[in-house]
């Protein structure tokens, strides 16, 4: 059973522009989510955290959404830069679960 | 220098073979984890330890083995290769402590088993 689902395995967003990337768990037990982004032949590194009692965190271009009674968070980038193109995983804490991850391209 | 180095970066080898992935960290962190990445699979959870007396399966523990030689240091053993062990695996550390347990990966181990 996957605790934490990201269903899209890619997304391509215009410079500038907003980039979604969404999550969904089954969990209810997680204290708290994370977001990680990776690059090409790099570990992850952490992104942003929100705890569950919180329904919204931002860090500068980075904002999380938490909508507990969907069990759906997501992760917002505005405006979406070149640099943001990675492998973004969401994850929760319960021995840190991951998601697979989406693939986010950001296009000229 | 980087906090969490793992060692080696790239090895090929040969189905039967034990290899040893060795995993170090400068960050004084108690927590320490081996996650293996496949493509489309994301991080999949291979075995952690909350500190040097304290080891646990993750969610795909068959065929490795691991050893916390000190509160620095986390290796994985995989005692007899195959072919579907070819993966990215990744070591992390965390803190273990307050709100928000965030892990630090290192930059990753390229195994292939021929």
């Known amino acids: 059973d996957q605790q934490v689902k990201q269903n899209s395995p890619s997304l391509s967003v215009q410079e500038g522009r907003i980039s979604i990337l969404n999550c969904d768990y089954t969990?209810?037990?997680?204290?708290?989510f994370l977001w990680y982004k990776k690059y090409p032949a790099e570990g992850p590194t952490f992104l942003i955290s929100?705890?569950?009692?919180?329904d919204k965190n931002e860090d500068g271009r980075f904002t999380v959404f938490l909508n507990k009674s969907a069990k759906h968070l997501s992760l917002h980038i505005v405006p979406s830069q070149p640099g943001d193109s990675a492998v973004y995983f969401c994850a929760g804490d319960d021995k840190i679960i991951f998601g697979k991850g989406t693939r986010l391209h950001i296009l000229p | 220098d980087a906090d969490v180095t793992q060692t080696p970066r790239n090895r090929i080898t040969k189905t039967g073979k034990r290899i040893m992935l060795e995993c170090s960290q400068t960050k004084g962190h108690d927590r320490m984890y081996w996650y293996r990445q496949d493509p489309g699979l994301g991080l999949q959870l291979i075995y952690y330890?909350?500190?040097?007396?304290?080891?646990n399966k993750g969610e795909i523990s068959d065929g490795y083995s691991v050893s916390r030689q000190a509160q620095a240091k986390f290796s994985l053993s995989l005692e007899s290769a195959i072919p579907n062990q070819t993966a990215l695996y990744f070591c992390?550390?965390?803190?273990?402590?307050?709100?928000?347990?965030?892990?630090?990966f290192g930059p990753g181990t390229r195994l292939t088993v021929l």
């Open positions: 330890s909350f500190d040097v007396k304290d080891i």
């Open positions: 992390a550390t965390s803190v273990g402590r307050g709100s928000t347990d965030t892990q630090y």
């Open positions: 929100i705890s569950s009692i919180k």
């Open positions: 969990n209810s037990m997680f204290d708290y």
